[in-house]
Protein backbone atom coordinates (compact mmCIF):
# COMPACT_ATOMS: atom_id res chain seq x y z
CA UNK A 1 0.00 0.00 0.00
CA UNK A 2 0.68 3.73 -0.99
CA UNK A 3 -0.52 6.83 0.82
CA UNK A 4 -0.43 9.83 -1.44
CA UNK A 5 -0.64 13.58 -0.16
CA UNK A 6 -0.73 16.01 -2.32
CA UNK A 7 -0.08 20.01 -1.86
CA UNK A 8 0.83 23.65 -2.79
CA UNK A 9 -2.28 24.28 -5.26
CA UNK A 10 -4.24 27.86 -4.81
CA UNK A 11 -5.22 30.76 -6.51
CA UNK A 12 -2.84 31.86 -8.69
CA UNK A 13 -3.28 34.95 -11.56
CA UNK A 14 -2.28 33.97 -15.19
CA UNK A 15 1.48 33.88 -16.08
CA UNK A 16 2.45 33.03 -12.43
CA UNK A 17 3.98 29.88 -11.34
CA UNK A 18 3.43 27.06 -8.57
CA UNK A 19 4.72 24.39 -7.40
CA UNK A 20 2.87 20.70 -6.39
CA UNK A 21 4.11 18.46 -3.75
CA UNK A 22 3.22 14.54 -3.08
CA UNK A 23 4.54 12.88 -0.21
CA UNK A 24 4.53 8.96 -1.01
CA UNK A 25 4.52 6.96 2.02
CA UNK A 26 3.94 3.18 2.68
CA UNK A 27 5.71 1.03 0.89
CA UNK A 28 7.66 3.59 -1.43
CA UNK A 29 10.36 0.80 -2.00
CA UNK A 30 7.71 -0.78 -4.75
CA UNK A 31 7.28 2.46 -6.63
CA UNK A 32 8.11 2.48 -9.96
CA UNK A 33 6.99 5.82 -11.64
CA UNK A 34 5.60 8.47 -10.04
CA UNK A 35 3.43 11.28 -11.98
CA UNK A 36 0.78 14.04 -12.05
CA UNK A 37 -2.52 14.24 -13.96
CA UNK A 38 -5.41 16.93 -13.79
CA UNK A 39 -9.23 16.95 -14.12
CA UNK A 40 -10.60 19.80 -15.16
CA UNK A 41 -14.54 20.66 -14.88
CA UNK A 42 -16.57 18.54 -17.43
CA UNK A 43 -13.34 16.72 -19.09
CA UNK A 44 -11.67 13.34 -18.71
CA UNK A 45 -8.45 13.00 -16.46
CA UNK A 46 -5.84 13.19 -18.45
CA UNK A 47 -1.86 11.92 -17.04
CA UNK A 48 0.45 15.58 -17.25
CA UNK A 49 3.65 14.58 -16.57
CA UNK A 50 5.59 11.21 -14.96
CA UNK A 51 8.48 10.31 -14.03
CA UNK A 52 10.27 6.83 -13.18
CA UNK A 53 12.56 5.59 -10.91
CA UNK A 54 15.49 5.96 -13.19
CA UNK A 55 14.52 9.60 -13.72
CA UNK A 56 13.51 9.14 -17.20
CA UNK A 57 10.48 12.10 -17.38
CA UNK A 58 7.53 12.24 -19.88
CA UNK A 59 5.25 15.48 -20.43
CA UNK A 60 1.87 15.43 -22.35
CA UNK A 61 3.09 16.92 -25.57
CA UNK A 62 0.95 19.88 -25.07
CA UNK A 63 2.37 21.31 -21.86
CA UNK A 64 6.08 20.39 -22.35
CA UNK A 65 8.34 23.32 -21.76
CA UNK A 66 5.56 24.83 -19.29
CA UNK A 67 5.70 21.62 -16.47
CA UNK A 68 8.68 20.05 -14.63
CA UNK A 69 8.29 17.05 -12.87
CA UNK A 70 11.20 15.76 -10.34
CA UNK A 71 11.59 14.47 -7.33
CA UNK A 72 14.03 14.60 -4.14
CA UNK A 73 16.92 12.44 -3.59
CA UNK A 74 14.59 9.90 -1.11
CA UNK A 75 12.31 9.32 -4.17
CA UNK A 76 9.29 9.84 -1.40
CA UNK A 77 8.16 13.24 -3.01
CA UNK A 78 7.27 14.29 -6.00
CA UNK A 79 7.08 17.84 -7.05
CA UNK A 80 5.45 19.40 -10.42
CA UNK A 81 6.35 23.20 -11.25
CA UNK A 82 3.99 24.89 -13.65
CA UNK A 83 5.39 27.75 -15.13
CA UNK A 84 3.55 30.70 -17.22
CA UNK A 85 -0.13 29.31 -15.61
CA UNK A 86 -3.15 29.80 -18.26
CA UNK A 87 -6.83 29.89 -17.01
CA UNK A 88 -6.84 26.18 -19.08
CA UNK A 89 -4.75 24.82 -16.49
CA UNK A 90 -7.31 25.34 -13.71
CA UNK A 91 -7.77 21.72 -12.57
CA UNK A 92 -7.69 19.13 -9.67
CA UNK A 93 -4.16 18.36 -9.95
CA UNK A 94 -3.58 14.37 -8.77
CA UNK A 95 -0.35 12.30 -7.66
CA UNK A 96 -0.39 8.76 -8.62
CA UNK A 97 2.31 6.07 -8.75
CA UNK A 98 3.09 3.19 -10.58
CA UNK A 99 4.17 0.49 -8.65
CA UNK A 100 6.11 -3.30 -8.83
CA UNK A 101 4.03 -5.35 -11.37
CA UNK A 102 1.44 -3.01 -12.17
CA UNK A 103 0.63 -1.75 -15.88
CA UNK A 104 -0.80 1.02 -14.56
CA UNK A 105 -0.91 3.58 -11.94
CA UNK A 106 -2.56 2.19 -9.40
CA UNK A 107 -2.16 4.09 -6.54
CA UNK A 108 -3.80 7.62 -6.85
CA UNK A 109 -4.10 10.73 -3.88
CA UNK A 110 -7.25 12.79 -3.20
CA UNK A 111 -6.31 15.68 -5.31
CA UNK A 112 -5.67 19.31 -5.04
CA UNK A 113 -7.08 21.96 -6.63
CA UNK A 114 -5.41 24.76 -8.71
CA UNK A 115 -7.39 27.77 -9.97
CA UNK A 116 -5.64 30.07 -12.52
CA UNK A 117 -7.58 33.59 -12.93
CA UNK A 118 -7.28 35.46 -15.62
Known amino acids: QVQLVESGGGLVQAGGSLRLSCAAS????????MGWARQAPGKQRELVAT???????GYADSLKGRFTISTNNAKNTVYLQINSLKPEDTAVYYC????????????WGQGTQVTVSS
Open 96 to 107: AVRTSGSARYNY
Open 26 to 33: GSIFSIRA
Open 51 to 57: ITSDGVT
